[in-house]
């Protein structure tokens, strides 16, 4: 069945370190890709996407790269600020499904000290 | 403002007892979706929904109860028949046959069962 793997964490950074969170993905059919982010106590929010492959997807300074040859979308940031201290999730849609579910990886919890 | 609204965000249980979580969202959207979040596991699919009157089994349906009586409302009832329902629950709405994946979050409810 179709999955999705992430780094594990906690990924430690200071400010203005270079960030990447490693995401790979299994899947049948042409999926749409995602990263959420979910600060302290909140629920998840799109961070962005990309729905096929070579799309870039880009928000708040992140970026990913939706690669068919690796099966991976990692996540990459030039710059983190402490207020990016969060928890990332990569997911995949079921490709041309149209029920809207997503399967979620478990999650990178990322550190930033100043 | 438009959003998800879940309550309680945090609830206490005690083993034998029904518990009901409430969803309401005032986005207009068809779709809604309950997931149940453990640490270190990510999310999993418990019950979706995307039209009134009907829904449909996610991946750990065992144990929960859902309606879809009205559009902008999915309650959860985690029955005792859960095993372990301690966990933290998040609904999430989108629009029906939208396969951008972009899920609406409420910022979830805590259960623990004592």
């Known amino acids: 069945g179709n999955s999705v793997t992430q780094m594990e964490g906690p990924v430690t950074l200071s400010e203005e370190a270079f960030l990447t969170i490693n995401c790979t993905y299994t899947a049948t059919g042409y999926p749409s890709l995602f990263w959420y982010v979910q600060y302290p106590g909140e629920g998840l929010q799109l961070l962005l996407k990309a729905t096929k492959a070579d799309d870039k997807g880009s928000n708040k300074g992140f970026e990913a790269t939706y690669r068919k040859e690796t099966t991976s979308f990692h996540l990459e940031k030039g710059s983190v600020q402490v207020s990016d201290s969060a928890v990332y999730f990569c997911a995949l849609s079921e490709g041309r499904s149209n029920t809207g579910k997503l399967i979620f990886g478990q999650g990178t919890t990322l550190q930033v000290k100043p | 403002d438009g959003g998800i609204t879940q309550s309680p965000k945090y609830l206490f249980r005690k083993e034998g007892q029904n518990v009901t979580l409430s969803c309401e969202q005032n986005l207009n959207h068809d779709a809604m979706y309950w997931y149940r979040q453990d640490p270190g596991q990510g999310l999993r699919l418990i019950y979706y929904s995307q039209i009134v009157n009907d829904f449909q089994k996610g991946d750990i349906a065992e144990g929960y109860s859902v309606s879809r009586e009205k559009k902008e409302s999915f309650p959860l009832t985690v029955t005792s028949a859960q095993k372990n329902p301690t966990a933290f629950y998040l609904c999430?709405?989108?629009?029906?046959?939208?396969?951008?994946?972009?899920?609406?979050f409420g910022e979830g409810s805590r259960l623990t069962v004592l």
């Open positions: 999430a709405s989108s629009l029906r046959g939208e396969n951008t994946g972009e899920l609406f």
